[in-house]
Each structure stands twice: as C-alpha cells, then as structure tokens.
C-alpha cells in the first residue's frame, strides 16, 4: 500500500520562504508521477506543480511559476516542494499526490493522496 506523508509546512511571513516534502513508502518512486496540490479556503483544490517520474520535466500553474520548484529523489523516496516569495494567497492545505497513468501532469490522473499540511502566510 502506497502511504504518502508530507511535512514541512507552518506558519511564513508573505515575502519568506518554505520547503514542503512527501514521504514516499510503499512503491518505488520511480514508478510513480508526483505532484503537489493545495485547496485554499474556500476554493477547490488545484494543481500547483507536477513532475514526470525521472524528474525530467515540470509543470508549474501560472501563479506559482518562477517562485516554486519541484523536486523529487528517487533513491531516497521523497519529493519536495521549494516556495519562494510567498504571497498570502499561497495560503492553502497543500497536499502531495502520486499518479501512476501515463498522463504525469494531468490533474485527473493523481488518485493517491497524502493526508496535506497547512501552509499560512502572513501579510
């Protein structure tokens, strides 16, 4: 059974930084795209940023480009997510997901989930 278990996140005053990372155990993470979502207050949950299962290609949503980054280690199982220049409205449960279809950066695909962390950011 595939179990995701991210951490990193807290409390970030808007204009700092955060580094989120997922746990990976279960299934060797090379087998498996990953990504990072979050669901603000409020708001659905949304897509931020995704990467192939070498780490050899990104997607990032439009409003997180140039300040986040995506990162993944497959001997160690973990993935990361770098935030710079956080915004207050980076304020969201972010969650780490894992889709094992072909579609690495399709939304739709990711069908397991970790349990989120809460990102604040304070103005």
């Known amino acids: 059974q595939v179990r995701l278990v991210e951490s990193g996140g807290g409390l970030v005053q808007a204009g700092g930084s955060l580094t989120l990372s997922c746990a990976v155990s279960?299934?060797?993470?090379?087998?498996?795209?990953m990504g990072w979502f979050r669901r603000a207050p409020g708001k659905g949950r949304e897509l931020v940023a995704a990467?192939?299962?070498?780490?050899?290609?990104?997607h990032y949503d439009e409003s997180v480009k140039g300040r986040f980054t995506i990162s993944r280690d497959n001997d160690n199982n973990t993935v990361w997510l770098q935030m710079k220049s956080l915004e207050s409205e980076d304020t969201a449960v972010y969650y780490c997901?894992?889709?094992?279809?072909?579609?690495?950066?399709?939304?739709?695909?990711?069908?397991?989930w970790g349990q989120g962390t809460q990102v604040t950011v304070s103005s």
């Open positions: 279960g299934r060797a993470l090379s087998g498996l795209a």
């Open positions: 990467i192939s299962w070498l780490g050899e290609r990104t």
């Open positions: 997901a894992a889709n094992v279809r072909s579609q690495w950066n399709d939304a739709q695909m990711f069908s397991l």
